[in-house]
């Protein structure tokens, strides 16, 4: 793959050096794919060495490491971190969790430790360029500096007191020389996984870096390049008869995107067309026997149902019927503003091999949704690991649908009482706060549980630069003179903890094309 990328791009480079070893597939000492004894850091060592070697070698001004499975977003990150003009600098990077490609401080040993000056750089609280003790993974070299000629990774400084590894030496190596390491947050530049521990596997490897794929998607188009092929992925169901898609056909930002991250992670689906509420009238709506449940009332803004709900709950009724009508057992419904969780697609399989095990008599399952009684707690399904017996909740992100939940979802005849549907759904599993709501279903008896954590997120959430609600945003149900757009004052779609407090990002989508303005920080809390 490399050789057939450099065949296509060596033209636009000065220089180009290709010096392939003899294939090695593993250390003597190695334990694992995983496992990196001392002969393999040694091994990384004295590659870095090389590189540095060949660079200072062809008097290049800059050298750039990038590790292989870091994802650079930004086109003017090289310019950036020029413009700084430092001897060594790193453009932040971000991942699921607070790991990054920086430390703010270092034990007595040489390893990472925690600082109060960690978070608030990560999270983009404090922006700018950041003294720190070590950056990683991805950072700039400037050459022409005299001092730089001091800096080495292999062999060790003759001081260097810990044990080997490539990153440590290198940031000892730049401490005895005086150089001092910075860190540069001041615009969003790429992405990088989070380290697997040494008993994982490869394909739990391929399964992280394909969620860092993903998340780099929510934000920035990007496609691999034209000058590499591999194999592609085949895409599978997971086990499902179906996995359906919901997309507004004008919503073609959406659709490309998850059709592009369900690429990565190997997901199979059906497009299904969303209806357009916006596009409904009132003639239409009495011609399919659309009414309003009596009395219902928007919990946030106190307003009635939305055209924009009544097209989203008619998307999920089509699908309904669709079960129905083909008999498919077992079907994964999603909608296309969402965000995968890391080992999405294994975690899933799992969760239903466990609940076919135990014989679990199940009608829907959520992936994804927002519990709303938080105080109260869920109860663990006896038998299965991951699952609950959920409360009153909102959204329709992800759920997986039995052929006899379909059936008795169809039965409650929603549609002359209808209300959002994420509001039907408690209802039909008798988890409405609301008697008076619940009074116009006779039939609550749906059998539904919930994984346990989640694991799908909304791309957005309220107020963030990049949200737009297509169901809030409209027109009342029976008045296309009055519009709609209450959430954004509202709490209907706000994570259980501020997104200040947590530090989700504001995200616009972006080509990694072009210049790229500030964004913030990405990810909810997580443990280092």
């Given amino acids: 793959m490399l050789q057939e990328w450099l065949r296509g791009v060596q033209h636009v480079y000065h220089s180009v050096e290709w010096r392939p070893i003899e294939k090695l597939s593993s250390h003597a000492d190695e334990e694992g794919p995983k496992h990196w004894p001392e002969s393999r850091v040694l091994h990384v060592m004295k590659l870095k060495q090389a590189a540095l070697r060949a660079a200072r070698r062809l008097w290049a001004d800059y050298i750039l490491f990038v590790d292989s499975d870091n994802l650079l977003t930004n086109r003017q990150v090289l310019t950036n971190m020029i413009a700084e003009n430092l001897t060594i600098v790193a453009p932040m990077l971000e991942s699921k969790s607070l790991y990054s490609n920086f430390w703010c401080g270092v034990t007595p040993q040489g390893y990472y430790r925690r600082t109060p000056e960690y978070i608030p750089?990560?999270?983009?609280?404090?922006?700018?360029?950041?003294?720190?003790?070590?950056?990683?993974?991805?950072?700039?070299?400037?050459?022409r500096r005299t001092v730089s000629q001091d800096l080495a990774f292999h062999p060790a400084h003759t001081q260097y007191p810990y044990q080997i590894d490539d990153i440590m030496a290198f940031a000892f190596s730049a401490r005895q020389a005086g150089v001092q390491m910075y860190v540069c947050n001041k615009d969003h530049y790429g992405y990088l996984p989070v380290p697997l521990e040494q008993?994982?596997?490869l394909e739990e490897e391929e399964e992280s870096f394909a969620h860092t794929l993903t998340e780099a998607l929510i934000v920035y188009t990007m496609e691999p390049s034209q000058y590499v092929h591999s194999a592609p992925k085949e895409p599978g169901k997971m086990g499902f008869d179906e996995i359906f898609l919901i997309n507004l056909k004008r919503r073609a930002d959406r659709r490309e995107r998850?059709?592009?991250?369900?690429?990565?992670?190997?997901?199979?689906?059906?497009?299904?067309?969303?209806?357009?509420?916006?596009?409904?009238?009132?003639?239409?709506?009495?011609?399919?026997?659309?009414?309003?449940?009596?009395?219902?009332?928007d919990p946030y803004s106190d307003r009635v149902l939305t055209r924009g709900e009544i097209g989203c709950f008619l998307s999920h009724y089509s699908i309904w019927k669709q079960v129905v009508q083909q008999e498919l057992q077992q079907v994964l419904v999603l909608e296309d503003d969402v965000r995968f969780e890391p080992r999405f697609c294994s975690r899933l399989v799992a969760i239903m091999e466990n609940v076919q095990r135990v014989g679990l008599d199940w009608d829907l399952i959520y992936v994804g949704r927002k519990r709303l009684q938080v105080k109260e707690p869920e109860l663990w399904v006896k038998g299965v690991s991951n699952l609950v017996h959920p409360g009153y909740s909102y959204w329709t992100l992800g759920y997986m649908l039995s052929l006899q939940g379909a059936k008795k979802l169809l039965h409650a005849k929603p549609l002359n009482k209808m209300l959002p549907v994420d509001e039907f759904l408690p209802i039909m599993f008798n988890k409405h706060p609301k008697d008076e709501y619940m009074q116009y279903f006779e039939q609550r008896h749906l059998r539904a549980f919930s994984v346990e954590p989640l694991l799908l997120f909304p791309t957005h959430f309220t107020g963030e630069p990049g949200y737009f609600s297509d169901t809030e945003t409209s027109t009342i149900w029976d008045d296309e003179a009055v519009e709609t757009d209450w959430d954004r004052g509202g709490a209907k779609h706000r994570p259980e903890q501020q997104t200040e407090e947590i530090g989700i990002p504001p995200v616009t989508?972006?080509?990694?094309?072009?210049?790229?303005?500030?964004?913030?920080?990405?990810?909810?809390?997580?443990e280092l």
Wanted: net charge positive; charged share 15%; proline share 5%.
């Fill in 258 to 297: 998850m059709l592009s991250s369900l690429a990565v992670l190997g997901i199979n689906v059906t497009l299904t067309e969303a209806v357009d509420g916006k596009a409904l009238n009132s003639s239409q709506l009495q011609a399919m026997g659309i009414d309003m449940l009596p009395g219902y009332k």
């Fill in 121 to 143: 750089i990560r999270k983009w609280k404090r922006q700018g360029c950041f003294a720190v003790p070590m950056v990683h993974s991805t950072y700039l070299l400037d050459l």
């Fill in 199 to 201: 008993h994982q596997t």
């Fill in 509 to 526: 989508l972006h080509s990694a094309r072009s210049e790229v303005p500030p964004l913030s920080a990405s990810g909810k809390t997580d």
